[in-house]
T-cell receptor, first 115, second 114 residues
Framework: DGGITQSPKYLFRKEGQNVTLSCEQNLNHDAMYWYRQDPGQGLRLIYYSQIVNDFQKGDIAEGYSVSREKKESFPLTVTSAQKNPTAFYLC??????????????FGAGTRLSVL | GENVEQHPSTLSVQEGDSAVIKCTYSDSASNYFPWYKQELGKGPQLIIDIRSNVGEKKDQRIAVTLNKTAKHFSLHITETQPEDSAVYFCAASILTGGGNKLTFGTGTQLKVEL
């Protein structure tokens, strides 16, 4: 959606397994974000990045890791340390604040389930 | 940190009626308030936003009002249509020079009945 591609759409994780969710954007945005969505809890921020090779923890970073080697890409790894990974994961991107258009645009999401 | 509360969690209206969703925020420094619409199985899409230097903003059938003193803002949808049925999220953030870190409300499931 809106130039942000998330893959896969559905993902299954076995116990003790790390899995990586892909997020690519072609909007030339500097900032990228990962959110977790659970029923009745809205969207919660996991990690965000404002520039290549730099990222910050959000509100629920435990059990997750990210990298930002390219401006267009911000993959999220759900590690085996995340004991309750079943959720809908959303990636977003935006310009840096201060510009005229700093709206966050979202991808279509990845639904992760535990086998 | 910021805390955003959203009410109601579900809202059912008849087609053509108006719908109002309300949010409150805790951090008086917040200055940017977007509203997102999420359809089933899709990512949220921005439908309207407001900044703290404005009290009201309107875009066709959708309007948002902001009361900075009371720290609450509301989404108003007039002449509702079946395609308005979706989950709506409010959010708040402090726009700085480092991105747009949003805090979301818990969502309102709007159902427009024929």
């Amino acid at each position: 959606d809106g130039g942000i591609t998330q893959s896969p759409k559905y993902l299954f994780r076995k116990e003790g397994q790390n899995v990586t969710l892909s997020c690519e954007q072609n909007l030339n945005h500097d900032a990228m974000y990962w959110y977790r969505q659970d029923p009745g809890q809205g969207l919660r921020l996991i990690y965000y990045s404002q520039i290549v090779n730099d990222f910050q923890k959000g509100d629920i970073a435990e059990g997750y890791s990210v990298s930002r080697e390219k401006k267009e890409s911000f993959p999220l790894t759900v590690t085996s340390a995340q004991k309750n990974p079943t959720a809908f994961y959303l990636c977003a991107s935006s310009t840096l604040a201060g510009g005229p258009k700093n709206i966050q645009y979202f991808g279509a999401g990845t639904r992760l389930s535990v086998l | 940190g910021e805390n955003v509360e959203q009410h109601p969690s579900t809202l059912s209206v008849q087609e053509g009626d108006s719908a109002v969703i309300k949010c409150t925020y805790s951090d008086s420094a917040s200055n940017y308030f977007p509203w997102y619409k999420q359809e089933l199985g899709k990512g949220p899409q921005l439908i309207i936003d407001i900044r703290s230097n404005v009290g009201e903003k309107k875009d066709q059938r959708i309007a948002v009002t902001l009361n900075k003193t009371a720290k609450h803002f509301s989404l108003h949808i007039t002449e509702t249509q079946p395609e308005d049925s979706a989950v709506y999220f409010c959010a708040a953030s402090i726009l700085t020079g480092g991105g747009n870190k949003l805090t979301f409300g818990t969502g309102t499931q709007l159902k427009v009945e024929l």
